[in-house]
């Protein structure tokens, strides 16, 4: 097993909220996110079912070998979202860092100077590109949730929505040298895709993905041709699937291979031939988050992954 690899980091961000809730903001166009008026009766119970997910997911993946840098969100309900950091920044080999332009007003608080200076002081960090200032001019690019990137390939995949705008696109692939593959989605009910990361994940040896979710046929076959001719093995995923998940995990790296780090729903509703094709390539780490996934995210929108060289050679976890 090759265990050294671009696609794959070894070191993750992540977020502990302490008032997380399903946010009112981003339901019009999240179709995954389901709040109840009972959990808005009950936010305290709510917010620390989450915590001690997020807690123990973070737990699973240093045991697996995985680096993982905790920041806690003490926020008063007004970053309901905090737990899902990637949309807000990456991280790119060279020592780049980009932030983004987010469509909600209140996830535009989860950008924090901290995480950034963290990233700084233990990593070989060049510059930082921010792009949040096209929330002025209405163009969004809600990072790696809007953007799933080929790092081999140097492709960024992305399905159009209100969170993912061609004009910010563009400027992101012509900073970052990705070529923007843009392409229309919908659901059963004619919806778009809020994220692609929720639809598709790209790793090392494999690519899981619902390609029915593509609107046109012919933008859907060039697609699978572009993703396979990289030698990856396709998955292809059922619209159930993606409704559990399936579709938002993410492959990490360890000191002796990959892992693919997934929640316990989306492991759940794979075959057996598609848990099989993906642990010839990596490991399988499940997270139990239903908590989280109320909101609308899960396991691959929790990680910021982090594509840096660290300034030492030392692979521990934060927790």
């Not at 924090?112 to 200032?133: F, N, T």
């Not at 040896?205 to 933008?219: G, S």
Request: charged residues 25%; aromatic residues 6%.
């Amino acid at each position: 097993m090759i265990t050294v690899s671009i696609q794959a980091p070894s070191s993750v961000v992540m977020i502990r909220p302490h008032c997380f809730l399903p946010n009112p903001q981003t339901a019009a166009d999240n179709a995954f996110q389901h709040a109840s008026d009972d959990d808005a009766s009950r936010p305290a119970s709510v917010s620390s079912a989450a915590r001690d997910e997020v807690t123990t997911a973070a737990q699973a993946l240093a045991d697996a070998g995985v680096r993982v840098h905790m920041f806690d969100d003490h926020g008063d309900f007004d970053t309901p979202d905090s737990v899902f950091p990637n949309n807000w920044f990456s991280t790119h080999p060279g020592g780049h860092i980009a932030l983004y332009p987010m469509h909600c007003a209140n996830r535009r608080r989860e950008r924090r100077s901290d995480v950034i200076e963290m990233l700084k002081a233990k990593y070989r960090v060049q510059d930082v590109i921010d792009y949040s200032g096209l929330e002025y001019d209405e163009l969004f690019l809600e990072g790696t949730g809007a953007m799933v990137l080929d790092h081999v390939a140097r492709i960024a995949y992305t399905a159009r929505s209100r969170r993912a705008d061609p004009v910010a696109l563009e400027r992101f692939c012509t900073h970052f040298n990705f070529e923007p593959i843009c392409f229309d989605t919908a659901d059963a009910e004619g919806r778009p895709i809020y994220h692609t990361n929720v639809m598709m994940s790209i790793a090392t040896e494999f690519v899981m993905i619902c390609l029915d979710l593509i609107a046109d046929r012919h933008r859907r076959e060039e697609i699978a041709r572009r993703l396979t001719e990289t030698g990856r093995t396709l998955i292809a995923l059922d619209q159930s699937q993606i409704d559990n998940f399936a579709g938002n995990t993410l492959e990490l790296s360890n000191k002796t291979g990959r892992v693919l780090a997934l929640s316990r729903r989306a492991l759940d509703c794979l075959t057996h031939d598609q848990r099989a094709t993906i642990e010839r390539s990596a490991r399988l780490v499940p997270l139990d988050v239903p908590t989280i996934e109320l909101a609308g995210g899960s396991v691959r929108c929790m990680l910021a992954g982090i594509h840096l060289m660290p300034r030492s050679a030392r692979c521990v976890s934060d927790v």
